[in-house]
């Protein structure tokens, strides 16, 4: 449980990376990062979730042109089972950085992340219900033709939400399909 190592270390504008503890959850992240016009690149439906937990998981991945949580992580930092902390990073150890996500701790325990930020957007989100007959001919233009999409599937329904989001302008009621941005 790691509700007590949740902080936001850093936030480094030069370089657009927050460096946080394993506790600290999405939507912290996120409100301490959009004051600098930042955010973070992929974002799942729920954001009570920690950062690290997500990636560590392999929680989120939203469309075929955006990439995982994951790949917005420069590096981790975990205490190995011998108590040794390593830090791990895409550019020092490739292979092993790629075999983090989703490892779910298969490593070590990871104390710290360094993910890279985006530029913040203003998103148009829209949800639908559908049969799942007519979610597959549809998939691969869903996908397509949105830069954020998720498809979830309820097997016992025959049902799936479709989830699809754009960037649009800034506005003065925010996001639309969204909850309302604070000022």
Excluded at 51 to 74: I, K, Q
Excluded at 88 to 107: D, H, K, N, T, W
Excluded at 111 to 122: A, D, G, P, S, T
Excluded at 141 to 155: C, G, T
Aim: proline letters at 5%; one cysteine or more.
């Amino acid at each position: 449980d790691f509700q007590y190592i949740n902080k936001i270390l850093d936030i480094d504008l030069n370089s657009s990376i927050a460096t946080v503890q394993p506790g600290v959850k999405i939507d912290k992240l996120c409100e301490a990062v959009k004051p600098y016009g930042l955010a973070l690149g992929a974002l799942g439906t729920v954001d009570l979730q920690s950062v690290v937990g997500a990636v560590m998981t392999g929680t989120h991945g939203v469309s075929l042109s955006t990439p995982s949580l994951h790949d917005f992580v420069e590096s981790y930092s975990l205490v190995l089972k011998d108590g040794e902390i390593k830090t791990i990073s895409r550019q020092g150890e490739p292979e092993l950085f790629s075999a983090m996500a989703p490892c779910m701790g298969v490593f070590g325990v990871v104390i710290e992340c360094k993910i890279r930020l985006v530029k913040f957007q203003y998103l148009a989100a829209q949800m639908d219900f559908m049969p799942f007959e007519e979610v597959i001919p549809k998939c691969k233009e869903i996908m397509d033709s949105n830069q954020y999409a998720r498809i979830a599937v309820y097997p016992s329904l025959d049902m799936a939400t479709v989830w699809r989001a754009n960037p649009i302008e800034n506005n003065e009621d925010g996001a639309v399909g969204g909850r309302k941005a604070s000022k």
